[in-house]
């Protein structure tokens, strides 16, 4: 098993989200795509996404944020391991304030933080993206339930209610093209104009 593989386990066993197998499988071509000089990304975790995205475009380099210092360190030996440190800035605290202090402009911003913080981390985040820039927006389906009518249990109405926010301030932004992939648990495409 490759290390990415075991990180992998590592995340299933410790019950941190990454990204599914679909999901990464979009993410990396997308990359291969575009070709990102400098890629953002809300919400570590344990370096998954950051690696395949770094592994997949040799020339870019990647500012990651990252609140839970578990998850912090992890990836911090993900990177390690993998030969990739020098072309990581590992930030570890909350992206809400995190992202108001960075001076940076990026070509591509992968939002996979907390769900129901989208709709308030979206104008900053667009701040920071370069003209013809994209923002990708993992699980914005949220298991389903942002999709579906169907009765949202109390404590997660709230993520709900604002992915479903979200998802209307990003369709009706004049100033970006979005779509919606059903790929993963939907992945939201922002192209600044």
């Known amino acids: ?3 990415l593989e075991k990180i992998k386990s590592v995340a299933k066993e410790n019950h941190i989200p990454i990204i599914k197998d679909d999901g990464c499988d979009f993410l990396i071509e997308f990359c291969k795509h ?19 995205m770094l592994l997949n475009c040799p020339n870019s380099n990647l500012t990651t944020i990252e609140i839970n210092e578990q998850s912090f360190n992890i990836a ?3 990177f390690s391991i993998l030969n990739l440190t020098d072309r990581v800035n590992q930030i570890l605290g909350d992206a809400k304030n995190v992202i108001k202090e960075l001076n940076e402009k990026y070509d591509l911003i992968f939002l996979d933080g907390p769900k129901g913080q989208y709709v308030f981390y ?3 985040l667009k701040k920071l993206l ?3 820039g994209y923002i990708l927006a993992d699980n914005v389906y949220f298991h389903g339930l942002v ?4 009765f ?3 404590k997660l109405r709230t993520i709900v209610v604002n992915l479903r926010k979200f998802i209307l301030t990003i369709q009706n932004d004049n100033e970006v093209e979005t779509q919606i992939l059903d790929k993963g648990d939907g992945i939201a495409i922002i192209k600044k104009k």
Do not use: F, Q, W
Not at 34 to 52: D, F
Not at 147 to 150: A, I, L, Q, S, W
């Open 152 to 154: 949202v249990k109390h």
């Open 130 to 132: 370069n003209k013809g």
């Open 147 to 150: 999709k579906g009518p169907e």
């Open 122 to 124: 979206y104008e900053d």
């Open 34 to 52: 575009v070709k990102p000089k400098k890629i953002l990304e809300i919400g570590t975790a344990v370096g998954y996404s950051g690696s395949m």
């Open 76 to 78: 911090k030996n993900t």
């Open 1 to 3: 098993m490759d290390y």
